[in-house]
């Protein structure tokens, strides 16, 4: 198996639904090191991004899922008929952003960072599977706290929650931008 290993966690990748992490690997191969597995791993990433292929394999919330190179996108999206996503308003986005930097964060807290009611926002987020629901807090009224998803990692192209800009590159990038 050992010298089977890249085709092995290839095959894995591109049968896998959801982003294949590193565990799960090592899960359904018990027999491997799972430093070997990292390796091979990282050689496979390598010959994909070092290929003349239209295929490579990217981090996504936290496992390995395969996609088209940037270039490719016009004529794949053109072939399947894809329409642009769904965009979110700006208020869903405000809400979004106040769960991603604080979570996790009740509806009371996110109407306080945003300075207006967020119900609806918040209600749209959980219909698209960008946030959940998570707990309560142990505060009177037991209000719900709710955290980002998988899903928001692989909407905004991010790896884990930490590859989000700091406060820091945030306001960086806004004077760029008004500069």
Known sequence: MMDKLQP?????IFISVEPLTPAKMAEVLPDVPPEEIARALQDLLAAYENSERAIRIVPSAGGYVFSTKPEFDPPVRKL???????????????????VAYHQPVTQAEI???????????LHTLLENKLIKIVG????????????????????????????????????????????
């Open 80 to 98: 399947l008929q894809i329409e642009r996503r769904k965009k979110l308003s700006g208020q869903a986005l405000e809400a979004l952003s106040a």
């Open 136 to 179: 309560r807090k142990e505060a009177p009224g037991r209000p719900l706290l709710y955290r980002t998803t998988e899903k928001f990692l692989a909407y905004f192209g991010l790896n884990a929650i930490e590859d989000l800009p700091s406060a820091e590159e945030l306001k960086k990038l806004m004077q760029e931008e008004n500069g």
């Open 111 to 121: 109407a306080a960072i945003r300075s207006v009611d967020s119900s609806y926002a």
């Open 8 to 12: 092995a966690l290839e095959a894995l």
